[in-house]
Nanobody
């Protein structure tokens, strides 16, 4: 059974940091590309960051470049999103996504709220 389970969300003040984790099981994790998406309140889902299977290639949305870092641990079947200097506009449900050609899986998400 395929599972993607996000954790690490919460309430943080502007300028603070959070580290999200997504633990995967039930598929060949190391060959899948992995992404973090987010869905702000009342808005469409948007891509935040992406990492290749070997971890050698990463891409970021312009809005998070220099603040967020995506990484993966293929031995632990986990992908991370380190988020620094958080802003109120980063408030969203953050979702983990795994893909390999036509195969794709989604997590249920974790809420991040940035507010003073």
């Amino acid at each position: 059974q395929v599972q993607l389970v996000e954790s690490g969300g919460g309430l943080v003040q502007p300028g603070g940091s959070l580290r999200l984790a997504c633990a995967a099981s039930g598929f060949a994790f190391r060959i899948y590309g992995l992404s973090w998406y987010r869905r702000p309140p009342g808005k469409e889902r948007e891509l935040v960051a992406d990492i290749s299977g070997d971890g050698g290639t990463t891409t970021y949305a312009d809005s998070v470049k220099g603040r967020f870092t995506i990484s993966r641990d293929n031995a632990m079947n986990t992908v991370y999103l380190q988020m620094n200097n958080l802003k109120p506009e980063d408030t969203a449900v953050y979702l983990c996504y795994a893909y390999y050609y036509r195969l794709e899986y989604w997590g249920r998400g974790t809420q991040v709220t940035v507010s003073s």
